[in-house]
């Protein structure tokens, strides 16, 4: 009597021959990651070849983007493939199975081959890139406290430094009715408050009118120029800060939509390669398995 059945499970009958095989999964994944890196590293040296300091002589950005891209997938299938042949040629033939169930198998190590390889390329890729953030991290901590320093400095040398977030209402209580004397007597304090108004601007989506007004007058006194032109000179300056403003917006959206986009992309990248691994893994377990038949066959 057979021991297999299509609709019944046998009680009692377990085979001692595990339907896990770690070995070949472990050895395909190592192969896997192992291709992965070397790989990655072969096109890290060709894309180095593309880029270059001297004008005229390096390859555009956006076509280094999309070839580190193309090669990225394309090593990602390459690894996959390896490791799941790999898997399905190293694992024991298991006997008195059916075919449908040792495909099943075949796939299932195939796919835990690619999802171990997985992890561990982005182990490593994940420890690189927290040693480089803990680098800018660092760098980041240093510039700030030289800067706190030199704030501190400048603070003490100063008899007058207000609050950066009270610096501009505070010149609107002490603004003065005589704008002409303030800004030919102290430049220096009317160059700070027209920043200070700059900078509520930027954060406020625009300036209001008294304040253009405001700095028309300081402009017209200390350039000698008449309120009209001085007036189209702070329009001009206003209109360049929003065009800045809107550029770094842009570049913020087109980043998102890049950095979407790319992950998008990524995750349909793996979801092939798990496929090509299980598929990869069935060919080579039926490979296997027919030249073994083959072999037994001869004898």
Known sequence: MSLYSSDVSGVGVESSTPA?????????????AATTIILLLLGSGVGLTMVSPWAGESASF?????????WFVVVQWLASALGGYLTGRLRTKWAGIHTDEVFFRDTAHGFLSWALAT?????????????????????????????????????????????????????????????????????????????????????????????????????????GVTPEEARARVDQVLQQV?????????????????????????????????????????LGGRQRDDEEAALIVKR
């Open 119 to 223: 992890v561990v390329v982005a182990g490593l890729a994940g420890s690189a890139f927290t040693s480089l953030a803990g680098t800018g991290v660092q760098a980041a901590s240093t510039v700030a406290a030289t800067a706190t320093v030199a704030g501190s400095a400048a603070a003490a040398n100063s008899d007058a430094s207000p609050d950066a977030a009270t610096g501009y209402f505070t010149d609107l209580l002490l603004r003065p009715q005589d704008l002409t004397t303030r800004a030919q007597g102290d430049d220096a304090s009317a160059t700070a408050e027209i920043s200070r108004i700059l900078l509520q601007g930027a954060v406020n989506d625009g300036v209001p009118e008294a304040d253009r007004a405001y700095m028309s007058a300081i402009v017209a006194s200390r350039a």
């Open 62 to 70: 956006t076509a280094v983007s999309v070839t580190a891209a193309i």
């Open 242 to 282: 929003e065009d800045a403003k809107n550029a770094a917006l842009k570049a913020a959206d087109e980043a998102r939509n890049s950095a979407a986009t790319v992950a998008m992309l990524g995750a349909l990248s793996l979801l092939v390669g798990a496929f090509i691994a299980s598929a990869a893994a069935a």
């Open 20 to 32: 896990l095989a770690w070995g070949p999964v472990i050895g395909g994944s190592v192969a896997a």
